[in-house]
């Protein structure tokens, strides 16, 4: 493994560390590693890094490490970890502010999650719900997993859970604004 | 005119780090009635006293300021400075400028102005000081102890050796406390039964000491060396005048209920003993489960015993009694997990045991004679895990805190466990080993020789399958998720105050922490007195501590009452309430506001505008005044003055800041 | 907590498709015991997980936006919902909003409406569950599960965070099973009841998904699950739509097979109500439920338990 050396650690990287857990409302000082949130994390199999290891690399200042790892991308924010941890530490939310700072600098390192989410959140601003159907399709085009669940699709349909009937709102230009207006903030709330 | 002497602290580099120490003895020369204004490195030490000695008698001084720590710290100190000198004790004010100013500012120039400030207000203050003299206050040289615990005996045995009588109030039917439910006792592993019982009997054998069991304190009025405490003893419905403590009775009474000294594990009937070695060595009816007393049906133990001592209508005994000092040794229990750890079953799983359970499991006098067998089947356990800090430095479900004693007591049960189950497996789920102590850290590497495991880790969840307790934890150290699948769970809890520790801590005037543990008057200094004069602190109603720090400490409190007890009197504090007789109106509003009970009204009959009038006026008892000073605020014609803190002199310090 | 049985309803975006079952036996349910739905007009998209992934705000303004139009079609409704996704993005929202009037303002603004956030959020498994619905689920009985042994299956979205959910137990909860011994099954305890199964990553990573979904399955069937009852579409639809998959999975590892259909709780109550199988969109499952379902109301043996299960349903 390689050595880590801590004074190569910019300002840079502790102001972002900073910015960072003051989106989550999270203090990684507060967390003392005792690993009680990785311990029942359901996703941590999946994971480069631990939630806790996650939170050690902003609590450093490791930041370009910590928005490259893959973990806040397999995160599923279930809130065990924040649930369970002792020193009220919000891991979901760090794992979530990770996220988001990742995807503002074009960062990401799991494709699929990226594609899927952005292609929900471009199908609630069309339409202003979310088409299963179109969603799984348009997914399966863009990621390159053609045949994913395919074999359910017929199920699906014959069961009356999917169609070609295209769910909407009434009011689309308002659910349309909203969410450029939302998004259009940068990520700052107030 | 008077002529105030001004001494400045450089404590160090602790106020002159912060405050510009020179600066403000400049400052404070130029203040009306200053004739001398200085500076010293270390005020309290004795090159510092003699200083202002000398400077008393060079400048003439008649009154003193000291700008240095909290008068909790010294204020005593330089009073005692000043009884050898020609200056009443009671003629010095200290302006804080430790603790109110450079401990909680970071540089000079917040520091220094702060500190100037503050020394002109002792200025202004001290220039209406006037000479206070005390009175003397009788002794009466009986203790009381609360608690018959491992420290409240060892307290009573110190202080009865001392040649005191020594009264212990203890709430459940025996003495012994926690430390006689213990098996072993780290690290020298000596039997806790062993060792314990002994001073149990030698506190029951001592001519000097008696024993109220199944008692409670109600009341306690009074004060240092004066103390008016009412004992309320529950009725035992056995005489135990004539008890030969035969025990015959407990073998025949039909009525079974969970043992709380057994922890649950085992049975125990509604007349018992908690134990074989209790002392007093008979036995009490549990009135909420004996047959007879619930609907008159059974009473066979009238039958069956032999010296006709079991008195059905016997009743509560209380008693008031006075006490020169008293010693609070309540103990501790264990957190209620089971109301805070659904991640560990909540309790729904049997073999998930607290270490309290673990130490009546492995003891030769426990419920399964000291095999080793988990409860739910009674099969000897292969794999344990234990778990560490539960309930403890966990703020968001329950204390912050460490508590002290699991990091060991975890040890010993691993050591216990890998000692009496062959080919056995134990995992220990530990955040950070903890072993200060004599003998400890080579107690924990002991352990891990026997085959203990630890995991740094907290377990995040212990799910029940096929009978197997499956515990997910994450190896911190590995970085990756550990399971261990084990046949029972030992958890580690936290020590937490006891029931009764709000409760006394408030009859008696003591202050508690955010967690509720009694206070003591200075962490470093004043470890087991109170802020309560004659009141006194043993063992772990204090903090968690182990059995050395208990009895420790519980020695260390009978040497404070010993003290206490070689004097026939005691001096009053002289900074108490008095009434102006002549503005006194008699309405009761400090009667009524009067925490310690000191003030009475009084008929008086006395010429006024020549006419002989008689009415009531308020009366302070020097004896009971605690100097809190809120009977000032409460009168409202403005006839009750706390001395050394009179009106006038507050306001002189008010005016004083705001004249800046 | 209103004390009427009458909510403003956001059905959310599964409720005719993949949530078609649950929507069905909810409404039954609703309807037998007399709770009124009334849906929100124009609601949209709650934006899950999604939303909260991409940005905070929107993650705020989607499920604002519904809440301030139920308001302004009746302000003295709460919001009832099925899908235990929206509850939280519902639920979340109001919590920020309720923070402090700061936050209220800025939700406005960003929704472009007026929002007072004084109508609270409930989830039909907490609704359900209020006393006067238990009693009145009772009354509307005409048979029972005789003692079906079922593994209450609640996840995350219910329950965590508990400040922002203020519902039941986060690591025990228990309403769910009340509601199955009310009707007479056998709730039984197991581990999984509110761990994750693996919902939000169905699509983007089946793969892990199935490792969660396959451990809920595992401890189910330790603990002797006959049927796994769940209050949520996301979660019904990852555990029923790929138990075969993982038993195909399993079959090839030399693991013994799972056979423990789910079932919303909604379509249980609705059954032991009269609710026919079609009724009730329990024809509509991945994994057949019906057999099971049928032996559970049928009293399947002569035993105690069954006469048990009679006196629940008297």
Request: charged share 25%.
């Amino acid at each position: 493994m390689d050595t880590t050396n801590l004074s190569n650690v910019t300002n840079a990287e502790l102001e972002a560390a900073d910015r960072i857990g003051k989106e989550a409302g999270v203090r990684f000082d507060d967390c003392y590693q005792c690993g009680k949130c990785s311990a029942g994390c359901p996703m941590a199999h999946a994971m480069d890094y631990v939630p806790r290891q996650v939170i050690r690399l902003l609590q450093l200042g490791i930041v370009d490490e910590a928005l490259n790892a893959k973990s806040p991308w397999i995160c599923a924010h279930c809130m065990v970890c924040s649930a369970r941890c002792p020193q009220g530490v919000d891991i979901t939310a760090t794992m979530l502010s990770v996220r988001r700072e990742a995807k503002r600098r074009g960062l990401r390192p799991d494709k699929e999650a990226d594609i899927f989410d952005d292609i929900f959140i471009g199908n609630v601003r069309s339409f202003g719900k979310s088409n299963e159907a179109i969603l799984a399709a348009k997914y399966n085009l863009l990621s390159g997993h053609l045949m994913q669940d395919m074999l359910n699709a017929p199920k699906m349909a014959a069961r009356g859970m999917i169609g070609p009937k295209i769910h909407s709102v009434k009011d689309k230009e308002a659910v349309k604004k909203l969410v450029d207006k939302a998004l259009s903030k940068g990520g700052e709330q107030k | 005119m008077s002529r105030v002497g001004v001494f400045v602290c450089h404590c160090g580099s602790n106020i002159a780090g912060t405050v510009d120490v020179e600066h403000v003895a400049e400052e404070a020369a130029k203040l009306p009635n200053v004739a001398y204004a200085t500076t010293n490195k270390y005020m309290c030490s004795d090159p510092g006293q003699q200083a202002v000695r000398e400077a008393i008698i060079e400048h003439n001084l008649d009154r003193i300021v000291i700008a240095s720590c909290s008068p909790r710290m010294h204020e005593a100190t330089f009073r005692k400075m000043l009884a050898g000198t020609d200056i009443n004790p009671y003629m010095l004010e200290i302006a804080n400028v430790r603790e109110q100013c450079s401990w909680v500012h970071k540089d000079k120039d917040v520091g220094t102005p702060k500190a100037i400030d503050l020394v002109k207000m002792a200025v202004a203050k001290v220039n209406y000081d006037a000479p206070l003299t005390t009175t003397t206050i009788p002794v009466n040289k009986r203790a009381l102890i609360i608690g018959g615990g491992i420290a409240g005996m060892q307290a009573a045995l110190d202080i009865a050796d001392a040649g005191y009588p020594v009264t212990i109030v203890e709430k459940e039917s025996s003495l012994g406390g926690r430390m006689v439910m213990l098996d072993k006792t780290f690290p020298t592993m000596d039997c806790s039964a062993c060792i314990c019982t002994p001073k149990m009997t030698d506190v029951g054998a001592h001519p000097n000491i008696t024993i109220k069991t199944l008692a409670e304190v109600e009341s306690v009025g009074g004060y240092i060396g004066n103390f008016e405490v009412t004992v309320r003893e529950k009725a035992k419905y056995v005489d135990y005048d004539t008890c030969t403590g035969c025990s015959l009775c407990e073998t025949k009474c039909p009525s079974k209920v969970d043992s709380e000294f057994d922890q649950g594990l085992a049975k125990r009937r509604a007349i018992y003993r908690p134990f074989a070695q209790a002392v007093p060595a008979k036995p009490t009816i549990d009135a909420k489960n004996c047959r007879k007393l619930i609907d008159g049906k059974c009473g066979v133990c009238e039958k069956v015993c032999p010296v006709g001592s079991i008195k059905f209508d016997d009743e509560d005994k209380v008693t008031t009694e006075v006490y020169g000092a008293i010693i609070v040794a309540i103990g501790y229990q264990l957190i209620d997990w089971t109301k805070i750890y659904g991640e560990y079953g909540g309790g729904r799983f049997k073999d998930v045991i607290s270490g309290l359970q673990f130490e009546r499991l492995v003891n030769a006098s426990g419920p399964t004679e000291g095999h080793i067998l988990r409860p739910s089947d009674n099969t000897e356990p292969k794999t344990v895990v234990i778990v560490k800090c539960v309930g403890s430095r966990d703020p968001e479900k329950a204390k912050s805190y460490c508590s002290r004693a699991c990091c060991m007591y975890a040890a010993k049960h691993a050591h216990q466990y890998l000692d009496k189950v062959k080919d056995a497996r134990c995992y220990i789920f530990y955040m950070d080993i903890r072993t200060p102590g004599k003998g400890y850290d080579e107690f924990y590497m002991n352990t891990q020789h026997d085959g203990a495991r630890y995991i740094r880790g907290r377990v995040s969840k212990i799910i029940n399958q096929n009978g197997k307790l499956i515990c997910k934890g994450e190896d911190t150290l590995l970085g990756s998720q550990v399971t261990v699948e084990a046949d029972m769970v030992v958890l580690e809890t936290a020590m937490v105050p006891a029931d009764e520790a709000n409760q006394i801590g408030s009859m008696l005037g003591i202050t508690r922490d955010k967690d509720l543990w009694l206070s003591e008057a200075h962490p470093k200094l004043r470890p087991v007195e109170t802020n309560s004069g004659g009141i006194y602190l043993a063992g772990t109603c204090q903090g968690p501590k182990d059995i050395p720090d208990s009895v420790a400490q519980a020695s260390a409190a009978a040497m404070k009452v010993a003290i206490l007890f070689s004097k026939d009197e005691l001096e009053s504090n002289a900074m108490i309430a008095n009434s102006n007789k002549n503005l006194c109106n008699g309405c009761g509003a400090c009667v009524a506001i009067c925490p310690y009970g000191a003030i009475t009204l009084e008929e008086i009959t006395a010429r006024e505008n020549s006419v002989m009038v008689t009415r009531e006026i308020s009366k302070v008892n020097p004896g009971l005044c605690q100097g809190c000073g809120a009977c000032t605020v409460a009168c409202r014609p403005g006839a009750m003055d706390l001395r050394g803190f009179t009106d006038e002199q507050i306001m002189r310090e008010v005016a004083a800041l705001c004249q800046w | 907590m209103s004390s009427t049985n009458r909510f403003a309803y956001f059905p959310g975006c599964s409720a005719d498709s993949t949530g078609i079952s649950f929507t069905k036996s909810a409404e039954f349910v609703c309807k037998r015991i007399g709770i009124e739905l009334v849906e929100i007009p124009d609601w949209c998209c709650c934006g899950t997980s999604a939303a909260l992934v991409t940005d905070k705000n929107l993650a705020v303004a989607l499920p604002a936006r519904s809440l301030a139009l139920a308001e302004k079609m009746d302000a003295d409704l709460d919001v009832a919902t099925g899908c235990a996704g929206c509850f939280n993005s519902l639920k979340s929202a109001r919590h920020f909003a309720k923070q402090s009037e700061d936050n209220r303002a800025y939700v406005e603004d960003l929704i472009d409406m007026p929002y007072s956030a004084s109508n609270d959020v409930f989830s039909f498994l907490e609704i359900m569950h209020r006393p006067e619905n238990q009693e009145l689920i009772k009354n509307n009985m005409v048979t029972t599960l005789h003692g079906l042994k079922v593994a209450s299956y609640y996840g995350c979205a219910l329950v965590r965070p508990s400040k922002v959910c203020e519902f039941d137990d986060t690591e025990d909860p228990r309403s769910m099973d009340e509601l199955i011994e009310l009707v007479g099954g056998e709730a039984i305890d197991w581990g999984y009841k509110v761990e994750c199964c693996g919902g939000s990553h169905n699509i983007s990573d089946p793969k892990a998904a199935k490792k969660l979904t396959e451990r809920i399955y595992e401890d189910a069937m330790i603990n002797g699950a006959e049927a796994i009852a769940v209050a949520c579409p996301l979660c019904f639809l990852n555990l029923d739509m790929r138990e075969k998959e993982l038993n195909a999975i399993r079959e090839a590892e030399g693991k013994s097979l799972f056979n423990i259909p789910t079932y919303y709780f909604t379509e249980l109550l609705g059954m032991t109500m009269g609710g026919s199988f079609k009724e009730l969109g329990i024809d509509k499952h991945f994994w057949p439920a019906e057999d099971i379902a049928k032996q559970a109301l049928s009293a399947r043996t002569q035993s105690d338990d069954t006469a048990e299960a009679k006196e629940v349903a008297k």
